[in-house]
């Protein structure tokens, strides 16, 4: 079976430190990988998607980037962080690109900047 | 502007009601419309996907409708129970764009004894 794994759990940083939150999944090959965000009373918001290894697309434009080092593996990362990075971020795989399959959540990483 | 609409904001409810929670959505062209079920500071769990050539979908005591006219979906939960109580997410995929889902903000729900 197919499983999501993100860390840390939590993390608080101070505003301009650098920022490295890691998400793995296991039980599949060539994944669809996402990171999202999800700030205090907003929806969830795309950052980053990619399709392979290397290939990434950015949806927002912001002082984060991410990057896939290996098939199963999507870093999220801030060289300084701000406040308004703030919030809960979510790794998610699907099978299928496109769309047209669901897709599957980690267990989030709360970071909080002071 | 938002995308998706989610009504109630929040919900609370007696044990043993049938609920019914709505999304709505701005883009008749949608590829597929998704309901995820979200616990407090936990990941999101998928519940029903409905393509849009489908009306519904159901799993156990869950309804999902979708009325792609009215751009409009409907979570159905049938006999509610404490375990029930959660964030409901609805989310869509427009056209054929690589897993892009346009997340509503959720209803809570709380389901009391």
Not at chain 2, 7 to 13: F, N, T
Not at chain 2, 49 to 76: F, H, P
């Amino acid at each position: 079976s197919q499983t999501i794994h993100q860390w840390p759990a939590t993390l608080v940083q101070p505003v301009g430190s650098p920022l490295s939150l890691e998400c793995t999944v296991e039980g599949t090959s060539n994944p669809n990988l996402y990171w999202y965000r999800q700030a205090a009373g907003r929806g969830l918001q795309l950052l980053f998607y990619s399709v392979g290894i290397g290939q990434i697309s950015s949806e927002v434009p912001q002082n984060l980037s991410a990057s896939r080092p290996q098939d199963r593996q999507f870093i999220l990362s801030s060289k300084k962080l701000l406040l308004s990075d703030s919030g809960f971020y979510l790794c998610a795989w699907s099978v299928a690109a496109g769309g047209i399959d669901t897709q599957y959540f980690g267990p989030g990483t709360r970071l909080t900047v002071l | 502007k938002q995308e998706v609409t989610q009504i109630p904001a929040a919900l609370s409810v007696p044990e043993g009601e049938n609920l019914v929670l709505n999304c709505s959505f701005t883009d008749s062209a949608i590829y597929n419309l998704q309901w995820f079920r979200q616990d407090p500071g936990k990941g999101l769990t998928s519940l029903l996907l409905i393509q849009s050539s489908q009306r519904e979908q159901t799993s156990g005591r869950l309804n999902a409708s979708l009325d792609k006219s009215s751009g409009r979906s409907t979570l159905y939960i049938a006999a509610s129970q404490p375990g029930d109580s959660a964030t409901y997410l609805c989310a869509f995929c427009r056209g054929s764009t690589l897993g892009r889902l346009y997340f509503g903000r959720g209803t809570q729900l709380t389901v009391w004894p």
